[in-house]
């Protein structure tokens, strides 16, 4: 029992952290919050009606969730598909990164449901297939399953099935071309989801280029984000590295800066072209124009230029601050499409409580629960024998029982 106990969360004495025990209480507020919103209804923890039946969780949850799990189908179509094996040691942690994003993506979703329990009825008595959003549903369902598929490899390292794990690695292209279709799908069928709303979004940020406004901006957030997250996953998981892990990563970051650039100098114009399509320039010197101005300046332009920068000048600092800005700004940019745009005329605006705050927050704590345990457990950060620690299970079963 002690090395069951050992194998599932460590060694107890050292989950007490003031991390651990902050991001404890989070979740736990959160699970009563979510009991209390599936017993009493959504009308008992938040602030949505029947003007605005959507708020922070699709806002936040779903729509800022589903562009920053971007990162697996884009590392991965880097990789399997464009050839460039260097950035192979981010396909593994990215694709969890994906997979961890999108179960709780669907999370939300199902909270913000009237009645989740009929959730399973759209898959198997579909009705109403012309519908966006069943399109949507219906492909963030499948590239989930694909996402499980292209990581499971990872738990058959850790099994120690090598034959298994040779003959998945032939999937691996497929599953890689899969995961782009179906994520081209549903990334642009979140932007048009707006487009049956054009008296209801503000002009400067309804467009008919919706969908492929989300598509491109889904490219550069994945990037951007796949940056923050192996710079804070290489600092805080270090011992599960080998130590050849360490010297190539601002290599493939300023890669990834580069990249990150060109898809936001082409995201910049396009923009200016579905202005100039809607020909709305007079609303620009308007409240709503001021932050229309400070999305597409402050959150585009300013970080393709210091994007362009720090790849010039090689300096990975900058590359990867101006990665958690970008992040900042597509969170900011589906807040405005899908919040404080939506309803720009109704006098009563929506504001989100603190539960639903809260719960938004549990999710991803739990989220981070996930991907550490995982990290720390499977071949994640590397697929050679880390420096420190243990890659298989039976390696860590073997330490274990030499602990006790």
């Given at each position: 029992?002690?090395?069951?106990?050992?194998?599932?969360?460590?060694?107890?004495?050292?989950?007490?952290?003031?991390?651990?025990?902050?991001?404890?209480?989070?979740?736990?507020?959160?699970?009563?919050?979510?009991g209390?919103?599936?017993?009493?209804?959504?009308?008992?923890?938040?602030?949505?009606?029947?003007?605005?039946?959507?708020?922070?969780?699709?806002?936040?949850?779903?729509?800022?969730?589903?562009?920053?799990?971007?990162?697996?189908?884009?590392?991965?179509?880097?990789?399997?598909?464009?050839?460039?094996?260097?950035y192979?040691?981010?396909?593994?942690?990215?694709?969890?990164?994906?997979?961890?994003?999108?179960?709780?993506?669907?999370?939300?979703?199902?909270?913000d449901?009237?009645?989740?329990?009929?959730?399973?009825?759209?898959?198997?008595?579909?009705?109403?297939?012309?519908?966006?959003?069943?399109?949507?549903?219906m492909?963030?369902?499948?590239?989930?399953?694909?996402?499980?598929?292209?990581?499971?490899?990872?738990?058959?390292?850790?099994?120690?099935?090598?034959?298994?794990?040779?003959?998945?690695?032939?999937?691996?292209?497929?599953?890689?071309?899969?995961?782009?279709?179906l994520?081209?799908?549903?990334?642009?069928?979140?932007?048009?989801?707006?487009?049956?709303?054009?008296?209801k979004?503000h002009?400067?940020?309804?467009?008919?280029?919706?969908?492929?406004?989300?598509?491109?901006s889904?490219?550069?957030?994945?990037?951007?984000?796949?940056?923050?997250?192996?710079?804070?996953?290489?600092?805080?998981?270090?011992?599960?590295?080998?130590?050849?892990?360490?010297?190539?990563?601002d290599?493939?970051?300023?890669?990834?800066?580069?990249?990150?650039a060109?898809?936001?100098?082409?995201?910049?114009?396009?923009?200016?072209?579905?202005?100039?399509?809607?020909?709305?320039?007079?609303?620009?010197?308007?409240?709503?124009?001021?932050?229309?101005?400070?999305?597409?300046?402050?959150?585009?332009?300013?970080?393709?230029?210091?994007?362009?920068?720090?790849?010039?000048t090689?300096?990975?600092?900058?590359?990867?601050?101006?990665?958690?800005?970008?992040?900042?700004?597509?969170?900011?940019?589906?807040?405005?499409?899908?919040?404080?745009?939506?309803?720009?005329?109704?006098?009563?605006?929506?504001?989100?409580?603190?539960?639903?705050?809260?719960?938004?927050?549990?999710?991803?704590?739990?989220?981070?629960?996930?991907?550490?345990?995982?990290?720390?457990?499977?071949?994640?950060?590397?697929?050679?024998?880390?420096?420190?620690?243990?890659?298989?299970?039976?390696?860590?079963?073997?330490?274990?029982?030499?602990?006790?």
């Amino acid at each position: 029992m002690k090395k069951l106990i050992h194998l599932l969360v460590g060694d107890p004495r050292k989950l007490v952290t003031p991390f651990n025990l902050i991001s404890g209480l989070i979740v736990l507020a959160g699970l009563v919050l979510i009991g209390l919103r599936l017993f009493k209804g959504l009308g008992a923890v938040t602030n949505l009606s029947q003007t605005t039946p959507w708020g922070l969780w699709i806002g936040f949850d779903v729509m800022c969730g589903v562009a920053l799990a971007a990162g697996g189908y884009t590392i991965a179509a880097t990789v399997h598909l464009f050839g460039l094996k260097d950035y192979e040691p981010l396909v593994r942690p990215a694709i969890l990164t994906g997979l961890v994003g999108y179960v709780f993506v669907v999370a939300g979703l199902v909270l913000d449901l009237g009645q989740p329990w009929r959730m399973p009825f759209i898959m198997l008595f579909p009705r109403g297939v012309t519908s966006v959003l069943f399109e949507v549903g219906m492909c963030v369902s499948a590239y989930l399953t694909v996402q499980l598929l292209e990581f499971i490899p990872a738990f058959w390292e850790w099994l120690g099935w090598d034959r298994v794990r040779r003959f998945w690695s032939r999937l691996t292209i497929w599953l890689a071309i899969l995961g782009v279709v179906l994520s081209t799908l549903h990334q642009s069928s979140l932007g048009s989801l707006f487009l049956i709303a054009p008296t209801k979004l503000h002009p400067l940020w309804y467009s008919m280029y919706l969908p492929l406004f989300f598509f491109i901006s889904s490219i550069f957030a994945g990037l951007s984000m796949v940056i923050v997250e192996s710079a804070l996953s290489h600092r805080l998981f270090a011992y599960r590295l080998s130590s050849s892990s360490h010297c190539d990563l601002d290599d493939l970051t300023l890669g990834l800066g580069k990249a990150a650039a060109v898809v936001l100098y082409v995201y910049f114009f396009l923009k200016l072209i579905g202005l100039a399509d809607g020909n709305h320039w007079n609303l620009l010197n308007t409240p709503y124009g001021h932050l229309y101005l400070i999305e597409i300046v402050g959150f585009v332009a300013l970080p393709c230029a210091l994007y362009v920068f720090g790849v010039r000048t090689r300096n990975v600092r900058v590359v990867r601050i101006t990665g958690v800005w970008t992040v900042m700004g597509i969170i900011l940019n589906r807040f405005n499409v899908s919040m404080i745009a939506m309803n720009w005329q109704s006098k009563s605006h929506y504001s989100p409580s603190w539960m639903e705050v809260t719960v938004s927050l549990a999710l991803v704590t739990m989220g981070i629960w996930v991907f550490r345990w995982l990290v720390n457990r499977l071949p994640v950060m590397a697929t050679e024998k880390p420096a420190v620690g243990a890659n298989t299970l039976k390696e860590l079963w073997v330490a274990e029982a030499e602990r006790a």
